[in-house]
């Protein structure tokens, strides 16, 4: 079985900030992520360490391009 865990509520925040609107279509362009997916980390249930992992290296990618 996966590992799995529990994103806290202020990276969740920061992800957000970074998401023009929370479509799936953004959700797919921005992290690569499911509305499934966005629904766990947004009422705090647990996902895949593999997801957080991905989403943590296209957020980083986000904030590059706009620096």
Request: net charge positive.
């Amino acid at each position: 079985m996966p590992e799995t865990l529990t994103v806290p509520r202020d990276i969740v925040q920061r992800l957000r900030a970074r998401l023009p609107a929370v479509t799936r279509e953004h959700l797919f362009d921005c992290y690569a992520i499911s509305e499934t997916t966005w629904t766990k980390l947004r009422d705090g249930k647990p996902i895949k360490r593999s997801t957080l992992d991905r989403i943590l290296q296209r957020y980083e990618r986000l904030l590059s391009l706009a620096a």
